[in-house]
Structure formats: structure tokens, C-alpha cells
């Protein structure tokens, strides 16, 4: 009876856990360039904004390549 009970409730977690998978589908990537050169990320047609920061350090005064 024990057995059952953890087996149930292991289960239940599981498929609670599981429920998270669901979003995680392929998505349709394009890049767009407008009339002006810029170009634009979009995912699923909708605007994606990539969040980042590059970081290189330069000396004052130095060319940074």
C-alpha cells in the first residue's frame, strides 16, 4: 500500500514536471532586412530581442582591435 502511494505521487510529479516540455517546440526563425540595410530577428513572425552584453577590454587610448 505504501508502495502504491509513492509510486502515485512520483508519477503525478512527474507529469507535472513534464507539462514544461510541451512549449518547447520548434519555432520558425527568419531574419528580415528592411529598405534601409538594417535587419530584424524575428521568431514566429513576431520582433525577438536578443538580450546580451560582449565585453572585451582595451586599454585607454588603445585601438580596440
Not at 15 to 32: Q, W, Y
Not at 47 to 62: H, Q
Request: net charge negative; aromatic share 10%.
Amino acid at each position: 500500500m505504501k508502495n502504491l502511494k509513492i509510486r502515485s505521487v512520483l508519477c503525478i510529479f512527474l507529469f507535472i514536471c513534464s507539462a514544461g516540455v510541451c512549449d518547447a517546440l520548434p519555432k520558425k526563425v527568419e531574419t528580415v532586412r528592411h529598405s534601409q540595410g538594417e535587419w530584424e530577428l524575428k521568431v514566429d513572425g513576431e520582433p525577438f530581442i536578443i538580450k546580451g552584453v560582449v565585453y572585451n577590454f582595451s586599454v585607454v587610448g588603445d585601438d580596440p582591435d
